[in-house]
T-cell receptor, first 114, second 112 residues
Framework: GAVVSQHPSWVICKSGTSVKIECRSL??????MFWYRQFPKQSLMLMAT?????????EQGVEKDKFLINHASLTLSTLTVTSAHPEDSSFYIC??????????FGPGTRLTVT | DAKTTQPPSMDCAEGRAANLPCNHS???????VYWYRQIHSQGPQYIIH???NNETNEMASLIITEDRKSSTLILPHATLRDTAVYYC?????????????FGDGTTLTVKP
């Protein structure tokens, strides 16, 4: 089956620093990648949709200057949380799609901002 | 995308069939029903999807009513490892239409 990886799996950073999370599709080309955030005991919340070679489309309420998304190739998308604050602590999950409705999810990255 | 409604929680005895319902009464003609599950602290896992016909794969069966306003995911022989949150999502299945809205899902607990 299709495999999506994320790196790192967990990260602890200090308030005010930036953190980059990578999402890779390992055995297929992902025309579209999605970034989600999930707080404890809550559902996944879509942050943005990213198509290879174009700017990401952000959901309402998500600051594009704070959550920088780059989808430079058909197998790699990155999410950079800039000037992180404790309220950004969350579980960040990416998914990749070959262009159909089916999404393949990464294992998630747990971010803790101290 | 159409909104879905699922019961917040369900229990199932190990070895028995788990039947998870989902209502999607506002589904439109070109929208598919997708099911994912999320085991604690992991990324969601794709299970199955369908348009109007019933579908079966190695993980589960999907039964969609004739009017397409509801569906049921069936895990034929639930195991303890099937304990997870199950999400029913409706989305179009064509290019650049994979954006999905996740509701609260159903927390399935399989008990020994």
């Amino acid at each position: 089956g299709a495999v999506v990886s994320q790196h790192p799996s967990w990260v602890i950073c200090k308030s005010g620093t930036s953190v980059k999370i990578e999402c890779r599709s390992l055995d297929f080309q992902a025309t579209t990648m999605f970034w989600y955030r999930q707080f404890p005991k809550q559902s996944l919340m879509l942050m943005a949709t990213s198509n290879e070679g174009s700017k990401a489309t952000y959901e309402q309420g998500v600051e594009k200057d704070k959550f920088l998304i780059n989808h430079a190739s058909l197998t790699l998308s990155t999410l950079t949380v800039t000037s992180a604050h404790p309220e950004d602590s969350s579980f960040y999950i990416c998914s990749a799609s070959e262009g159909l409705g089916e999404q393949y999810f990464g294992p998630g990255t747990r971010l803790t901002v101290t | 995308d159409a909104k879905t409604t699922q019961p917040p929680s369900m229990d199932c005895a190990e070895g028995r069939a788990a039947n998870l319902p989902c209502n999607h009464s506002t589904i439109s003609g070109n929208e598919y029903v997708y099911w994912y599950r999320q085991i604690h602290s992991q990324g969601p896992q794709y299970i199955i999807h369908g348009l109007k016909n019933n579908e079966t794969n190695e993980m589960a069966s999907l039964i969609i009513t004739e009017d397409r306003k509801s569906s049921t995911l069936i895990l034929p022989h639930a195991t303890l490892r099937d304990t997870a949150v199950y999400y029913c999502i409706v989305t179009r299945s064509n290019t650049n239409a994979g954006k999905s809205t996740f509701g609260d899902g159903t927390t399935l607990t399989v008990k020994p």
